[in-house]
């Protein structure tokens, strides 16, 4: 908990608000990335900025369930991967990523915190506090379908989630709500309460708040325990 605070504090808490929106998609994003790389946590952080939701793909190092399936569609070793289905672009490389994202669904170009001069040294000493979390991937039980995680980039405890998530890459749909998002209302009818992270698992009916709550069930439910169930 003290690595992942410190990782949200190399960042000076970028990734918490909403700034001002654009148009809004129809239809969810899909990103391939994976936790610990400090290029997709630029990705993540512009998501929450632009209050957008995404199907994430977890692609950890040896992974098998989704990096194969990034590296055939975008013909490289690489990540983040953006798909955007409502306009058809598929792009790598962060800065473009965020560039397309705030031209599309943001009024304005790429905020200063994203830019590269502040971005790359502080988003690099995030993922050095949490030494290789959110990296490798660990055996796994994959889930009919994805789950679905409430959250926002900066927050501490909603980053031991998508940690577990990455590791284990099982697919989600990132539903941010970071402070100031219009999602809030919906969020608070549906959760009973605005706190994060939420979880909600149309598998097996589970919803659930509380990140450690949230790791053990992942781990019990999908993880190394559950391939011998």
Request: a negative charge.
């Amino acid at each position: 908990m003290a690595t992942s605070w410190l990782a949200s504090s190399a960042r000076l808490g970028f990734g918490m608000f909403v700034g001002e929106l654009g148009p809004r998609p129809e239809k969810d994003l899909i990103l391939y990335e994976f936790e610990a790389c400090p290029w997709c946590r630029r990705v993540r952080e512009a998501l929450t900025t632009l209050d957008l939701v995404a199907e994430i793909r977890p692609c950890p190092k040896e992974g098998e369930r989704f990096r194969p399936e990034a590296m055939a569609r975008s013909g490289k070793r690489q990540f983040p991967f953006l798909v955007d289905p409502n306009t058809g672009a598929e792009m790598l490389e962060s800065g473009d990523i965020v560039d397309y994202l705030f031209a599309t669904y943001g009024r304005g170009g790429m905020p200063l915190s994203l830019s590269a001069p502040l971005f790359i040294g502080s988003s690099q000493a995030a993922s050095l506090a949490r030494i290789g979390q959110g990296m490798r991937a660990r055996p796994s039980v994959a889930p009919e379908q994805p789950l679905e995680l409430f959250g926002f980039e900066a927050s501490p405890y909603v980053r031991l989630a998508r940690e577990t998530l990455c590791e284990l890459e099982l697919p989600y749909r990132l539903t941010n709500v970071g402070k100031r998002s219009p999602r809030r209302e919906d969020f608070l009818r549906r959760s009973g309460r605005v706190m994060v992270p939420w979880l909600s698992d149309p598998n097996t009916g589970v919803e659930m708040h509380e990140s450690a709550d949230i790791v053990a069930y992942l781990e019990e439910t999908y993880g190394q325990s559950a391939q011998g169930a």
